[in-house]
């Protein structure tokens, strides 16, 4: 067969594929996976080719030109976007559109070349030539579209049959930049808030600069600074003459991980050996699930199990949380697996992505390291997918196509005969209840040798507090545990979790929380009118005045931020050098390495954040972890409330006592009997799972139940209420003819994030225990169900839903 027709995947959101008709010239080119660049419209696009076919094409505009000699993108990587484009419904050009490299869907440009301006048949083409002809003989198509108001690329099409024009396209820029060039670097590191503000006062576009600098890795060209970011050269001249920051000429960097060190691996523990030896024993297309406790070695145990494979030449691809708080993972993958290894990090230039991409795709790179999309890396003959860290949120991507790593990493291994690992000490309850199909390798203490370090629970109800803290919960048991660590000269690390809602109504006399009966979910307190609200089910209560546990009255909480807790560590341990690290002092993604890397060299006494500072560090210096609101995420109203509490405190309890001094751990609460914080406290994941898991059973919750969370917003509140119950109405009507009893709705209600970005949010909730009948209605629902086409109302619909938020 001659392919004369292609169905093309554009990065728009309609679900349909287009079909385009392949001139003669490129039928070699145009095969499944090739990139093409297609009229749309008035535009040129980029589109993936997802199947050939011999039609009759006569009718259908045709594809421009194919960029590259071979596909671009392998089979196996087409199946798993098609898998995901059903499993998620989400259209196939935007499951693709997060595959491949933003700068591969750049605007290739379609230029075209005078060759011999009487080869040209008369009529519009004509005027096509004179064009050309004014333009001095070369033009893009898109300017010749321009100046003739109408579209030319049939006519230049029959122009480039006729001899009369070369066609060939522009790919977007990628080549290096400059060999030398003006580079600013922070002299000062400024890692608080409060030493920013002392440092600029007034001077705000200063400030601006230096955290941008910051936020780009404590060094940025002066040409970016001033053409991509608009800072005056008077603005960089000031942060020069305060002495934040200093202008070196410098020769351009191409690969930013070549300067981490790399360390050299140790020698197995037998415990590793065995789970090393387990994850070697996998059949094609399985996983394993490697649940070891905090500073078991699991890395070493990721490493050695795919060194074989590397060392005969396939492939394996490495997936971590946030790569920016995983610089020692990095280096620790590097120092085993060296000159192989292809970092893919957000921080990286376009230019530097489809460096990475290509080295990878060519085989010229064989390992992969990357967040949440190098589960796409186009790595040749796949062996492994390791997944560290699986419980990790950050796997979900928040945006279309709403996927979760874990699960492509699944999917992908069985496409490819790979094998993956799933690693964690606090696995997800959706990997733990696997166990019973998935063998699982246990990493029980620590390399080491070196204990868990001892929790202590501080009942915050009854517990004495330093009076002048005023609003930061911060009790005698933690001051002096602070204190004393400074003064044995030990690092401190502080947990403020800041995402906690005002919303929720607790008893301060006993800790009691109101709850749904329905649901199990808190609920929220709403104002006008004055009522609790379940913001699952909508189910609506009076606000009572005692709690009917113990009678005392009942309380709203207060939430404290990190802002109110750094004036407070700045009063009271004055000496000490403290950085903070939360969204407000890592806006890019470079900042958190300089931080970490301050904590490792020893210049931060205490470091104080967000979950940031949760996340597998490994620092020895550390001997104290005070957790300042335990509290916080355990009252949202969210099914994995509690299961994201146990993990954050047993994976902070987890950065304590690493080194030869110990450590122990000391978390502040109103609800010390909680089984969520009993069980962190005696780093016990599997009594927790056990209880969570019973919990879930009823009301039914994942991992149980699968579910679908059908977000439907707007800007104008009645109208996405009135959308939201029309949305629910239309899916039982559907759910009654083609799945009754199969597929549950729930609500609609007000989402509990109410509002966000000016748009406000209800959601609906399909729940089924019938995962392949809930993943056939949403996508059907997906294109069909009212307001999913274009409109002032969006309905969004999505998957295994990390929070009901
Ligand atoms: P996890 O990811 O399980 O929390 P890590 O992989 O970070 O643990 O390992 C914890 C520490 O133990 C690291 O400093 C690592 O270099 C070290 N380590 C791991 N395996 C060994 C071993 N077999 N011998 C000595 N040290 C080891
Ligand atoms: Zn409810």
Redesign the pocket.
Known sequence: MIPTTCSVALPLPSSQPYTYAIPQGLADRVGRGARVVVPVRSREMVGLVLDVGDEPSAELKPVLLAPDPRPLVSDALLELAEWMSRYYAAPIGLVLKVMLPAALWGASRLVAELRDAGAAPGGASREVIQALERAGGRATAKSLGRRLKRPVWGALQRLARAGAVTLETEPPDLGPAARTERVLKLARFLPTLLEREQTFGRAARQRAAYEAVDALGGEATVRHLKDGLGFSPAVLKGLVERGVARVEEREQLRDPFADLTA?PP????PK?REAIAAVRALAPGNALTLF?????????VYLEALRPDVEAGRGVIVLVPEIALTP??IA?VRGVFGDTVAVLHSGLSDGERVDAWRALAAGRRRVAVGARSAVFAPVRDLAAVIV?EEHDPSYKQGELPRYHARDAALRRVRIEGARAVL?S?TPSLETWAARERRPVAA?PA???QQPLPPVHLIDMRTEPRVPEARAVPWSRALDDAVGSALAGGDQVLLLLNRRGFAHFLQCHGCGHVWECSSCSISLTVHRTPPRLRCHYCDHQEAIPDTCPECGAAAHRDRGVGTQLLERWLAERFADARLARMDADTTSGKWSHQRILDAVAQREVDVLFGTQMIAK?L?FPGVTLVGVVDGDTGLHLPDFRAAERTFQLLAQVA?RAG?GPRGGRVLVQTHTPQHYAMTAAARHDFEAFAERELAIRQSPPYPPHVGLVNVIVSGVQEQGVARAAVEVAQWLRGLIGVRAEGRVEVVGPAPAPLARIKGRWRWHLVLRAEDRAWLGRIAHFAARRAPHTSRGPIRVVFDRDPLSLL
Do not use: F, M, Y
């Open positions: 360390e140790a020698e197995p523990t590793q070891g406790v905090t500073g078991s070695g699991k890395t070493l020692q993972t620790r560290d690693g000490a990493l620590r390399v080491t597998g490994d987890g690493r």
